[in-house]
Antibody, heavy 127, light 107 residues
């Protein structure tokens, strides 16, 4: 059974830092690209960052670029998100989500959707 | 950047058919994926690549995609189907894009 378990959330002051972790089990972690997706209170889903299976390709949403760093340790089956210079608008539940790739019909390139999600960890940025 | 438009809310009578739309420019040329999120829970994939159901998802859930609109259809709606539903696509410039979400109420 695929399991994704996030940890590391909490209350932090504006300008502070936090590191989130996601422990994966039930599948070959090193074979999948992974993501962080967040959801502000009462709001919709927002993709934050993704990392390829070997960490060769890393992408960020414009809203976090330059402040957040995604990484992974395939030996430990773990995904991380280092969050620096946190702002009130970063307050959200942060989900770890596995990518499932396929060949896009229109583009002919590799495309992705999220096939498994963790339960999330709450990050609150407030003074 | 590519944008997806969903109605804020949809209501359906118990046992009837609910249809949740996801609009986007020529969305029919893309693959659309749908997620269900119940209060206090993580999202769950219910439809992938327009019309495919993951294992464990009831046959009552189906999807279609054509032109500028993709549709998630829930037949014989149950109280347990009350949730927020999000569509998602892959866009070459924006990568992973979500719609704003639709709250489904079963009356």
């Amino acid at each position: 059974e695929v399991q994704l378990v996030e940890s590391g959330g909490g209350l932090v002051k504006p300008g502070g830092s936090l590191r989130l972790s996601c422990a994966a089990s039930g599948f070959t972690f090193s074979s999948y690209s992974m993501n962080w997706v967040r959801q502000a209170p009462g709001k919709g889903l927002e993709w934050v960052s993704s990392i390829s299976s070997s960490s060769s390709y890393i992408y960020y949403a414009d809203s976090v670029k330059g402040r957040f760093t995604i990484s992974r340790d395939n030996a430990k089956n773990s995904l991380y998100l280092q969050m620096n210079s946190l702002r009130a608008e970063d307050t959200a539940v942060y989900y770890c989500a596995r990518d499932q790739g396929y060949r896009g019909v229109g583009s002919g390139g590799r495309e992705y959707y999220f096939d498994y999600w963790g339960q999330g960890t709450l990050v609150t940025v407030s003074s | 950047s590519y944008e997806l438009t969903q109605p804020l809310s949809v209501s359906v009578a118990l046992g009837q058919t609910a249809r949740i739309t996801c609009g986007g420019n020529n969305i029919g040329s893309k693959n659309v994926h749908w997620y269900q999120q119940k209060p206090g829970q993580a999202p769950v994939l219910v439809i992938y690549r327009d019309s495919n159901r993951p294992s464990g998802i009831p046959e009552r859930f189906s999807g279609s995609n054509s032109g500028n609109t993709a549709t998630l259809t829930i037949s014989r709606a149950q109280a347990g189907d009350e949730a927020d539903y999000y569509c998602q696509v892959w866009d070459s410039s924006t990568a992973r894009v979500f719609g704003g979400g639709t709250k489904l109420t079963v009356l």
